[in-house]
């Protein structure tokens, strides 16, 4: 009777315990969004980066393309021939197997290999290009809608606080103390002030659209920005990795030497050719003559042969080509010296950016000290009648462009320092240690190298990569 007692004390006392918690968990706010969610969700949500992740697995089979070229061909191939000679009506069928093989191509294959080898890892920078100017997409999405957000709470608080001044420039009228220009001074100043927050609030849901594109999802609550990333010690050491580490670096590399090896491909176009082939092939023959008599024939037939080809005059066409080659070479050649040079300018001007951010925002503190002083002053004199209700407002408009200068300098400051990232070629998940699976790009290709026969490897493949990039 007493243990009974006691469970029911226990039940009685845990149904308010329960229902408390339920209640604090009920109530927990919804935890903020920070940025490396929004980057994150630009990695997985991208239509950009799908499509040149199917680019490169396009140039992935190129690889094995070229690969198939140095492996025999076999095929049958069958035949029916129906004839009517003279009045007698015949016909004969075919049923042949045939192989052929390049045996020697004085380098010819080699090259297309390597070229295709070569083009398979500039895609791959190309790639990581992309994945780069996806994050720095999701990067700019999520500070402008913060500080679109703030400017529409700055907004909001200036027609607080100008409605304030209007009414209280009413009150000051109604008594006489000042004339209708001031109290129309007010009015225009309110109505500004409102026009200004229509703008900033679509400003915010231009920002948010922004974000949603890049993201997937609207923005909800953003929490603020994390500490800005380490940087090198000085611009030289930022341009150095730069030149090192950039994606259209690399990519330019690589065309540079596809086209190195498309002028040796142009030449080696000039040699002789080896191929060799066999068929086995069995025909049977049938015809019938008008006087009714039927004859049947037919043999089976196995034939190798061996063959050499080289083109001795083309009218100018390997010639042409060749010279065509050797331009292409140049001009890849100067491709990569101009982009080596973009990517020095994008380093410098990011480093710009920085510095000039953070001199503003040193700048503007010293304004926005100094302007709400002088506010707080000139609404102090404007209540003994020593200022009037436009130097008032006046004194609050110029508080509420330092205010609003300074979120502007602010988020140029965060979006400055991930620019520098990028055009260091570090604007990636793996170097940000995001903490989330990513697309491997060799995984496809080390699938297909071998040139399998068939496809089905790489459409499972494919699948798991899909995936994998959409976790």
């Keep these: 009777m007493f243990r009974k007692t006691v469970n029911e004390l226990r039940q009685r006392l845990r149904r308010p315990m329960l229902a408390l918690v339920l209640a604090g968990a009920t109530a927990l706010p919804a935890q903020a969004e920070s940025l490396a969610d929004a980057m994150v969700a630009a990695y997985r949500h991208s239509a950009l980066l799908d499509q040149n992740r199917a680019v490169l697995r396009a140039a992935d089979e190129d ?64 790639l990581v290009g992309v994945e780069q100017d996806v994050i720095l997409g999701a990067v700019e999405a999520y500070l402008n809608v913060r500080s679109a957000t703030e400017q529409v709470d700055l907004q909001s608080n200036s027609v607080r606080v100008i409605g304030q001044e209007q009414r209280a420039a009413t009150d000051r009228f109604d008594v006489g103390e000042i004339t209708q220009t001031d109290v129309s001074q007010a009015d225009a100043a309110l109505a500004a002030a409102r026009a200004n927050l229509a703008s900033a609030e679509g400003e915010l849901q231009i920002a948010r659209e922004v974000y949603r594109t890049a ?68 025909s049977r023959n049938k015809s019938l003559s008008p006087f009714g008599g039927i004859s049947h024939g037919g043999q089976d037939v196995g034939q190798l042969s061996l063959q050499m080809s080289q083109t001795i005059y083309s009218g100018g066409r390997l010639p042409a080509a060749h010279r065509k080659a050797m331009a292409q070479r140049d001009a890849a050649r100067a491709a990569l010296l101009n982009t080596s040079r973009q990517v020095d300018q994008a380093v410098g001007t990011a480093w710009a950016g920085i510095d000039v951010a953070r001199a503003q925002i040193r700048a503007i503190d010293e304004q926005i000290t100094a302007a709400q002083q002088a506010y707080d002053g000139v609404r102090e004199e404007a209540t003994l009648g020593a200022r009037t209700t436009l130097d008032v407002l006046d004194a609050e408009q110029s508080l509420l462009e330092a205010r609003a200068n300074k979120i502007t300098a602010e988020a140029n400051l965060q979006l400055a320092h991930y620019q520098l990232l990028s055009a260091m070629g570090l604007l990636t998940v793996e170097n940000l240690k995001l903490g989330i699976p990513t697309y491997d790009p060799s995984a496809y290709y080390n699938a297909v190298q071998d040139a399998p026969y068939t496809s089905r490897q790489g459409k499972s493949l494919d699948r798991v990569l899909r995936a994998i990039g959409k976790q």
């Excluded at 029916?80 to 093989?101: K, P």
């Excluded at 994606?247 to 040796?264: M, W």
């Design 63 to 126: 690889a094995a393309s070229a690969l198939a070229a140095l492996r025999p061909v076999l095929q049958w191939v069958a035949n029916y021939t129906y004839q009517n000679i003279e009045g007698f009506d015949g016909n004969s069928r075919s049923l042949s197997l045939q192989a052929s093989m390049t045996l020697y191509d004085f380098g010819r294959s080699a090259i297309a290999i390597d070229i295709a080898k070569e083009t398979v890892l500039a895609t791959r920078a190309a």
């Design 215 to 282: 993201t997937g999802k609207m923005p909800g609550k953003l929490s603020p920005p994390p500490p800005t990333p380490k940087l090198p010690a000085t611009l030289e050491q930022a341009r150095d990795i730069g030149r090192r580490s950039h994606p259209a670096i690399q990519e330019s590399q690589r065309q540079a030497a596809v086209s190195e090896l498309g002028v040796a491909a142009a030449a080696a176009e000039r040699n002789p050719q080896l191929t060799g082939s066999a068929s086995l092939s069995t």
